[in-house]
């Protein structure tokens, strides 16, 4: 059984006219922690130009796998993906890149995986896209529609790192975690009492005309949704304005900067 994504999905490139664009596909993979770059026919390589644009990802130039067909590159593999423009005469199966990443990621654990890339000028012939088992087009602007290579590489590479995420964790990758929890709910109604007294002892409040002010204020924390922390600090600053006024004995002219409603 494969073990994991990065050792069994591989990214091929058919006939590849510029050296640096096979380095920057290495750099894409290598970014998104993959690893197997397979390569078809290339017209130049090994090259300087793709070590340079690789950067640090010249290990996958040095294990790249280089064929002279198509045929070869995917031969043992259960699962092909062509990149298409989708302008073809007889329709293909077609997937979506975040469709191409989970599908891709879903099949590697049973047998290897191949995406596939045709040339920077003409991309995949027919024959070759009917190699495959499913088309997958990248939804770019359609009145500048054409990608360089390496960026088609990066977009699909990273649609296979996100559901290799997903996979790991269990679900959607989310970045919600916080380091404290959010204030409760009868929290933030002692914070508003204590804002409000603050901003009428202020005199940015006028409490015979107080429009919708706290109203607003209270919407735009809602959004912003304050740590049990934050809110401390927060109440912490309206002491320190109340403490101030009462030191100096004054407050603002009533109601002189309230938001009308």
């Known amino acids: ?46 090259a300087a130009n793709a070590i340079w644009r690789a950067a640090g990802a010249a290990d996958l130039l040095d294990t790249a796998v280089v064929v002279e067909t198509l045929e070869e590159a995917v031969a043992d593999c259960g699962l092909v993906v062509a990149t298409s423009a989708r302008e073809r005469r007889i329709p293909w199966p077609m997937l979506t890149p975040r469709e191409c990443g989970a599908r891709a990621v879903a099949e590697a654990v049973v047998h290897p995986v191949a995406v596939v890339f045709g040339r920077e000028d003409r991309g995949l012939t027919n024959e ?3 190699l495959c088992n499913f088309h997958v087009h990248i939804p770019s602007n359609p009145d500048y529609s054409s990608l360089n290579l ?8 990273y649609e296979v790192r996100m559901a290799a995420l997903e996979k790991e964790q269990g679900g959607q990758l989310s970045y919600a975690e916080w380091d404290r929890p959010p204030a409760k709910s009868s ?13 009428t002892e202020l005199g940015f409040i006028d409490p015979d ?11 735009l924390f809602s959004r912003v949704r304050p740590d049990d922390m934050e809110l401390g ?18 407050r603002g002219r009533p109601g002189g900067d309230a938001v009308d409603g």
């Open 1 to 46: 059984m494969v073990k994991s994504a990065p050792d069994s999905i591989r990214f091929v490139l058919v006939n590849s006219a510029h050296p640096g664009n096979i380095g920057g596909a290495a750099r894409a993979l290598k970014n998104m922690g993959l690893k197997q770059l397979y390569l078809v026919a290339p017209r130049e390589f090994p």
């Open 150 to 157: 390496a960026a088609a590489v990066q977009v699909l590479a």
């Open 209 to 219: 005309n107080p429009r919708q002010t706290m109203a607003r204020l209270r919407r």
């Open 233 to 250: 600090i927060l109440r912490g600053m309206l002491t320190a304005i109340q403490n101030h006024i009462h030191r100096s004995g004054g």
């Open 187 to 199: 929290d933030m109604e002692l914070y508003f009492d204590h804002l409000q007294r603050a901003l």
């Open 128 to 130: 070759e896209l009917q």
